[in-house]
Nanobody, 124 residues
Framework: QVQLVESGGGLVQAGGSLRLNCAASGRTISTYAMGWFRQAPGKEREFVAAISWSGGTTYYADSVKGRFTISRDNAKNTVYLQMNSLKPEDTAVYYC?????????????????WGRGTQVTVSS
């Protein structure tokens, strides 16, 4: 079983940056595709970014492309989401997810493991 714990969220002004961390425990995630999702108040959860087990393939939602970067350090069993040029519409709870399947399916949201989320609030 894999446990995922997100951290790094907080309050930031528009145009600022944050780096989210997703630390895994229980077993190695080095063979898992990983992803980030977010859910704003009153909205459905949406896909943000995904990364293959090797880090060689990444996918992004159009709304964050060019501003967010997903990365991973398998030696540290951790996945990151660097968020730059933040906008008020990025305000949401951000969730980390792990998937035993291929990275191209992560965006479907039917992942095997989920963290509890970290709040990101962007003020205008």
């Amino acid at each position: 079983q894999v446990q995922l714990v997100e951290s790094g969220g907080g309050l930031v002004q528009a145009g600022g940056s944050l780096r989210l961390n997703c630390a895994a425990s229980g077993r190695t995630i080095s063979t898992y595709a990983m992803g980030w999702f977010r859910q704003a108040p009153g909205k459905e959860r949406e896909f943000v970014a995904a990364i293959s087990w090797s880090g060689g393939t990444t996918y992004y939602a159009d709304s964050v492309k060019g501003r967010f970067t997903i990365s991973r350090d398998n030696a540290k069993n951790t996945v990151y989401l660097q968020m730059n040029s933040l906008k008020p519409e990025d305000t949401a709870v951000y969730y980390c997810a792990g998937d035993k399947g291929p990275v191209r399916t992560v965006s479907r949201g039917e992942n095997d493991y989920w963290g509890r989320g970290t709040q990101v609030t962007v003020s205008s």
